[in-house]
């Protein structure tokens, strides 16, 4: 992004036309950046609470004040309960080394707080992926030009990975074949050459019917297969329980269609496979991405340009996590507490000892993008929780926070980015000073590491010391690339191989490729989770050694008791103009968006008696939400979509599709459940305040310009 700045104001953001991959493109969420910066909503001065929680009145305090107040409630409840009834609560707000996912670590591991384990995204999908072709940044994602057939799994590229979708475009110029798999057929479905419905959460049936069909058709690669993986007997036999016709029982996909998908994908080389995080929320995501992740050795597709997996590039970036992490801080014994559980945490059903007595939020929205909505509140109410967050806006948590403190936005903060979505590293330069007195979360917690007295010199690092240090400069991956040449250019492009894993050379213990894998079957099974942030170890019990199939939990095939009251399946993929929850409050993107919408195949609807634009409650016994209906057949029957990203203040019903997800975990990973899940819709009785015309143009797959 580059930003133009006069008279020391920002005046315009555009893309960067000469950058390879972006290529001057800025999506709908940040090419009017400025107006967030500017935004009369900012938070730029701290705040402490005046009314009743969850009002979200505030005065403004000095900063002086709000540390103080935290560095003494803090030493407080840790005097009297333990550091551990502490709990840090944060997640991507900004995607930034030194400001995002583990900018806190070295403090509250310090302080000795409770661990919070992300597990928001992709840790069930990664935990799969890495369990097989190891933590490899695999295919990169502009040699997709190369590729001959791309299926996108789970991913909805025109929305959520806009960059990327001109490459396939050009590979599809150059006579591609493009499927997408999902049970919404979204703006990327449209776009594609063919869309395969699946019912959500049987994807692993299919990946394991894939290799079904190639093993038994003879499509494999012979010489790929024996030279570069490893239990190709075995997990052929584990797959000949997955014929087609059973997979087809199981996925709602026709077995002539998955014998064809099986046939093309193996025989047309090179092929790629684009995983999306949609794949992973449910009981068996990752299972289901440990099958998917055998399928391009079985078919020979790593040895070419464009070939194999596009999933995880951010495995490239040298970055020593470490650094920021501090695990050497953390005290024996100190307790793990699962993001998306806090709602149980905070309301007692965790049953902890000791309870958690103060909650500290940076970079996250919990009320939005956690699941079990109605206990967040319910513990966000409570009166002994001190409760602090760091926001650039008054959000739905906010609303609920004792002391408020203000951050600054990208363009105020210096940073360094790697990326999920291609292979160059990108220095952010801070364009403007912060505004008010908002500052960087650097900062946050260097002046508060100061307030509790923590002398360590990693709170007294400038950000450009740790930026230094945070980064393997002397990796291959960075050869000829220095801070001289990111600061001249801006970014740099990672020395990469272009066909990876063509000879094997899989970061794996045995480097191949595991249809076996070793790390689940040597009973010191290695759990590879991004708990304190990056991938982080631990030992498990022993996992089966090969993928196999995880039924989900809540469908109406596998759990015919709940589906006699809650039939539909929800699922709660991303908002077109939305990045999770953030810019739901900006004018220009909630006109984009309107209002909550969710949308309901017409057949169900009609049993129902759903009508187009009618207010509808939908609902479970974990809670539920409004909306306007809106019938259309690109969704499955039987399945429902409401996008993530609304606030509850906009409601009318005070809460959003959050309110009705569940928090149990994924058998891998941790990961989140967002797919596996039952609920009814019914009418409201009357018209809701929240009917409009607009259509959330995600949900409504409608290409609509924006
Ligand atoms: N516009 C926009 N872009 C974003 C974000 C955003 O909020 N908005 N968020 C960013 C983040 S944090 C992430 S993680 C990425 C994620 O980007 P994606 O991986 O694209 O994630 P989703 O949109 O959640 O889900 C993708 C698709 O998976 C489908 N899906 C859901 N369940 C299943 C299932 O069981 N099986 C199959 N086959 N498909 C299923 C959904 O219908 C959806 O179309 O996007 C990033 N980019
Ligand atoms: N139902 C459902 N729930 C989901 C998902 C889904 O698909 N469906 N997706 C999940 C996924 S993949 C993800 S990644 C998570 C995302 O979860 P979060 O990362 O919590 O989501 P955001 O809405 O991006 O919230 C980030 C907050 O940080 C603030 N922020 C931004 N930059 C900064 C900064 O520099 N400093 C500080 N202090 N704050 C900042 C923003 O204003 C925003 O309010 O949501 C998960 N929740
Ligand atoms: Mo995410």
């Excluded at 020391?8 to 709908?28: I, M, W």
């Excluded at 594609?192 to 049987?202: E, L, M």
């Excluded at 391009?296 to 790593?302: H, N, R, S, T």
Aim: positive net charge; aromatic residues 8%.
């Amino acid at each position: 992004m580059l930003v133009t700045v006069e008279g020391g104001r920002v005046s315009a953001v555009r893309g960067d036309p000469e950058h390879p991959f972006t290529r001057g493109g800025l999506c709908v969420k940040v090419n009017n950046y400025a107006d967030r910066v500017y935004s009369p909503e900012r938070v730029l001065y701290p705040l402490r609470r005046t009314g009743v929680k969850g009002s979200g009145e505030f005065k403004r305090i000095s900063w002086e004040l709000a540390l103080d107040e935290i560095a003494r409630r803090f030493k407080q409840i840790a005097a009297k309960h333990g550091a551990q009834a502490i709990l840090p609560y944060s997640y991507l707000g900004t995607e930034g080394l030194l400001n995002g996912l583990n900018v806190g670590d070295a403090f509250f591991n310090r302080l000795g707080a409770s661990i919070s384990e992300r597990t928001f995204c992709g840790s069930g999908a990664a935990t799969g992926y890495i369990m097989t072709v190891g933590p490899t940044p695999g295919t990169d994602p502009e040699s997709l030009v190369h590729s001959r057939y791309i299926i996108l799994w789970a991913s909805n590229v025109i929305s959520t990975n806009l960059h990327l979708w001109p490459v396939i475009a050009e590979a599809k110029r150059r006579g591609a074949k493009v499927v997408v798999i999902d049970p919404i057929r979204t703006r990327t479905a449209d776009a594609a050459d063919w869309h395969i419905s699946i019912r959500p959460a049987t994807d692993g049936a299919l990946a394991l019917g894939l290799i079904n069909v190639i093993a038994n058709e003879g499509l494999i690669d012979d010489e790929y297969v024996k030279r570069y993986t490893l239990g190709y007997a075995e997990l052929k036999a584990r797959a000949e329980l997955f014929p087609p016709q059973r997979v087809a029982s199981i996925t709602g996909i026709d077995a002539g269609d998955i014998v064809r998908l099986a046939r093309e994908y193996a025989s047309i080389q090179p092929s790629t496979i684009r995983i999306g995080i949609g794949i992973e929320r449910h009981a068996g995501g990752g299972d289901c991405v440990r099958a998917i992740s055998c399928l391009p050795a079985l078919v020979g597709a790593w040895r070419r340009p464009g070939g194999g997996l596009v999933f995880m590039p951010n495995f490239a970036f040298p970055i020593k996590h470490e650094v920021l992490m501090r695990p050497d801080f953390i005290r024996p014994g100190t307790r793990c507490i699962n993001q998306l559980h806090l709602g149980k945490a905070l309301t007692g059903s965790l049953e902890l000892n000791p309870p958690v007595k103060a909650l500290f939020v940076f970079n996250s929205n919990p009320l939005v993008v956690a699941p079990d909505q109605n206990r967040i509140v319910a513990g966000l109410s409570r009166e002994d929780l001190f409760t602090v967050v760091s926001e650039q806006f008054l959000t739905d948590t906010t609303d609920f926070a004792d002391i408020v403190l203000p951050a600054t936005t990208q363009v105020e903060q210096l940073d360094l980015m790697f990326s999920w979505g291609h292979f160059y590293l990108t220095l952010n330069t801070p364009a403007i000073a912060p505004l008010g007195e908002a500052v960087p979360n650097s900062e946050l917690f260097r002046r508060l590491a100061q307030s509790m007295g923590f002398t360590d010199p990693c709170f007294k690092r400038t950000d450009m010391e740790t930026l230094m240090e945070l980064v393997d400069w002397d990796s291959p991956a960075l050869a000829g690339i220095t801070l001289d040449v990111l600061k001249r250019k801006g970014y740099a492009r990672l020395k990469v191989a272009l066909t990876p894993h063509a000879e094997g050379n899989f970061p794996t213990p045995s480097g191949k490729t595991e249809f076996l894998s070793s790390l689940a079957a040597n009973g010191d099974f290695v759990l590879p989770l991004f708990r304190q942030g990056w991938t982080r170890t631990e030992r498990g019990p022993a996992l089966d050694p090969l993928p196999r199939y995880v039924a989900p939990r809540e469908t109406p095939q596998t759990n015919v008791a709940l589906a006699t009251h809650y039939s539909l399946n929800l699922l709660s993929p991303k908002s077109h103009a939305l990045l999770n929850s953030c810019y739901a409050n900006l004018p220009r993107q909630r006109r984009i968006v309107g209002n909550p919408r969710v949308t309901i195949h017409p057949e169900d609807a009609r049993r129902r008696s759903v009508t187009e634009g009618a207010a509808v409650r939908v609902f479970n016994e974990r809670g539920s939400f409004e909306a306007v209906a809106h019938l259309s057949d690109i969704v499955r029957p039987g399945v429902i979509v409401a996008p993530l990203g609304y606030w509850r203040k906009f409601s009318r019903s005070r809460s959003t599709v959050n309110a009705a997800n569940s928090s149990a975990l994924s058998e891998l990973g941790n990961a989140p459940t967002f797919s596996d899940n039952l609920v009814e819709v019914e009418t409201l009785m009357f018209r809701s305040d929240a009917q409009s015309n607009r259509r959330d143009i995600n949900a409504a797959g409608s290409n609509a310009s924006d």
